[in-house]
Nanobody, 123 residues
Framework: QVQLVESGGGSVQSGGSLRLSCAASGYTSVDCMGWFRQARGKEREGVATISHTGATYYADSVKGRFTISQENAKNTLYLQMNSLKPEDTAMYYC??????????????????WGQGTQVTVSS
C-alpha cells in the first residue's frame, strides 16, 4: 500500500517562496507522481506531474513559477513554489499512480493520495 505524507506548507506573503515535500513509501511500481491543490469551494486541480523518467508537466497557472522534482534515493517528491500569489492559496496534495503521466491532469486517475498541506499566500 502506497503511503504519501506531505510537509512544508505554511503562510507566506505574495511574492514569497515555499517548498513542499512528499515522502513516499510502500510502493513497488509508481510511474507518475503529481501535485494537486484544492482551494475552498473549488474543485481539485492538477498543478504539476513528473514521470519515473523525470519528464515534467505543469498547469498553465503555475508554469514558470513552480518546479516539480523527485529524489529517488529518498523516495521524496518536491514542489518548489516561487513568486507565490494569493490565488495559489489552497490545500496541496501529493498523489501517485501506476500508469504513465498524461495531460491534462485529472485527479480521478490517481490512486494514492496524501493528507494534504495548507499553503496560504497573503497580499
Amino acid at each position: 500500500q502506497v503511503q504519501l505524507v506531505e510537509s512544508g506548507g505554511g503562510s507566506v506573503q505574495s511574492g514569497g517562496s515555499l517548498r513542499l515535500s512528499c515522502a513516499a513509501s510502500g510502493y513497488t511500481s509508481v510511474d507518475c507522481m503529481g501535485w494537486f491543490r484544492q482551494a475552498r469551494g473549488k474543485e481539485r486541480e492538477g498543478v504539476a506531474t513528473i514521470s519515473h523518467t523525470g519528464a515534467t508537466y505543469y498547469a498553465d497557472s503555475v508554469k514558470g513559477r513552480f518546479t516539480i522534482s523527485q529524489e529517488n534515493a529518498k523516495n521524496t517528491l518536491y514542489l518548489q513554489m516561487n513568486s507565490l500569489k494569493p490565488e495559489d492559496t489552497a490545500m496541496y496534495y501529493c498523489a501517485a499512480r501506476g500508469t504513465l503521466c498524461s495531460r491534462p491532469i485529472y485527479a480521478s486517475t490517481y490512486n494514492y493520495w496524501g493528507q494534504g498541506t495548507q499553503v496560504t499566500v497573503s497580499s
